[in-house]
């Protein structure tokens, strides 16, 4: 596998998970499972979240083979939740490739799915350390959450600033901050270097999402891999609408929009006014801001080249545009 | 509530279990969780999974609070297993109450099971103990595995005895040991008395599980909540088909039958041709051996109100008839 180059100084360890995953989706005697563990496995991107877990822990000096187990939990527990997302929202299609709900039914992908995340979960156990196993079911627990609370609140304009920053935390950023802090407590770092990589990771995961959300509106579909404008599209009421609607204009357009689902040619004008307008500059600039804080939370740190790639991490997560 | 005559020794401890349900059911500070959680947690029977957590901790003395939260976690996961199963099912109710998958839709269906998944794992982590949150995490993917392969071989009458019992043990047959088995670690009891309530719990689960597939074409539509011969028509094979289609004339039905599922004339002749044959008996000879056999691993443990409560629910389990 190649190694996405901010992830140099860890590139060794990236792969040992990368086949641990193939070791693992291959292990199966069941056929039509392992047939379906490849596929779901088969596409496993930038593996941002597993590199999150190796590189917090580069502050303490440790033997590495828990962290490479947590690092695999970590992606096992992301790829799970895509399985479930996908069949939730019903997408035929994750970036170019047929989702597992689409090609082999939902009720295939709810039980694979829920394998998946059990399967973390014996990774995670084998680390034998009660406090990142807590934290990740926790965050299992904030993950199905988030999704509900999408669910629950979709056309719900009145959903503003505070209920959308909740509901990123639970979708996105929990998975990141418990991605870094477990690196972090199983690499032996004190407590100190835990809460500021955990602070760290929080952080970058916010921004994350806060990115994915103006891509989704400013984005072209080709780059992002969907429709452009699915969120608004869907219901969901991210930051660039939050921004939007300040305008009365905009806010008449969309609460139209958000009770006529079916009205495509208010959709584009919608994402046109918000394409025109100054919401993609204010959105990177609260992005920009999580960024800061994440970068300044590691400023005890003793300097080393995982510092190093953190912070690069952190500029890329802004900088990206796919 | 009012406690099963059965579980007397451990009715406190079960009230205990119960009042912790509930709490975590209204604990949710997001109102529409609230009020699915505690739909969900509704209807928990007799709560035999926990209770045989808490029997099995009866041959060592202990605190009995781990115990309480093993058993709470057990019956969670429980839930979580019911609300995904009739999200895959697409069943309406379950034992005549609507399920959450045909009232909330089956998105927040699929979302809810993870979330209860993800809190009976915390709760499982709050016992502390590794081997046991291990075993925990490991029977989450036994269940998500044995529902995947009743799917992947549905329709299939090549699968025989040795299939079938691969199958009820993961669906039914593991959750049953670990409830049991974590019962005995968590009280502190030696290598071989965790052993032997392992083995007990393990044969009274599969005995479970095929009294009833019994039931389920033997018994009456109002007994069993769900139409009779519901397996057969739903594809699905069990010990009453394997032994049915011993017989020439019934496996040349059975086979036309499974191309032909919309054929609901054949499939009552079908049922009612092993009504009127040895095949119900034959089933409940083959759970009457598995009843004796786990009996049978009680021998080496002393003689105390658990153990007596332990041979009953044995008795229990192959008398019941709904």
Request: one cysteine or more; aromatic letters at 8%.
């Amino acid at each position: 596998m190649q190694t996405f180059s901010i992830f140099e100084p860890i590139s060794d360890q990236l792969n040992q998970v990368d086949d641990r995953l193939k070791e693992f989706a291959e292990s199966s005697d069941l056929p039509s499972l392992k047939e379906l563990l490849t596929h779901a496995f088969d596409s496993t991107g930038k593996l941002a979240r597993p590199a999150l877990t190796l590189l917090t822990a580069g502050f303490h000096p440790n033997n590495g083979a828990k962290v490479v187990t947590m690092a695999t939990a970590v992606e096992m527990l992301h790829v799970a939740t895509l399985i479930h997302d996908d069949t939730v929202d019903e997408a035929d299609t994750r970036r170019g490739r047929v989702t597992v709900s689409s090609n082999w039914g939902r009720h295939t992908a709810v039980l694979l799915g829920d394998y998946v995340f059990a399967a973390s979960a014996t990774y995670v156990c084998a680390t034998g350390n009660i406090r990142v196993i807590k934290r990740f079911s926790e965050t299992i627990m904030d993950l199905s959450r988030g999704q509900m609370q999408e669910t629950a609140n979709s056309r719900n304009i009145q959903h503003g600033m505070d209920e959308y920053f909740e509901r990123i935390y639970f979708k996105t950023a929990s998975l990141f901050s418990t991605s870094g802090e477990s690196g972090a407590i199983l690499s032996g770092a004190s407590e100190s270097t835990v809460q500021s990589l955990k602070t760290y990771s929080e952080k970058i995961g916010l921004a994350f999402q806060v990115v994915d959300d103006v891509l989704d509106i400013t984005g072209t579909q080709q780059a992002i891999g969907k429709p452009v404008g699915s969120d608004l599209f869907n219901g969901v009421i991210t930051l660039p609408t939050i921004y939007a609607i300040e305008d009365p204009d905009c806010r008449e357009k969309v609460e139209l929009f958000l009770t006529n689902p079916s009205n495509t040619e208010l959709h584009s004008e919608i994402v046109d006014a918000i394409k025109g307008s100054d919401v993609g500059e204010k959105s990177y600039k609260f992005a920009d801001q999580l960024i800061e804080e994440a970068k300044l939370a590691l400023k005890p740190l003793e300097d080393n080249d995982c510092k190093k790639s953190l912070l690069d991490l952190a500029d890329f997560i802004i900088s990206r545009n796919t």
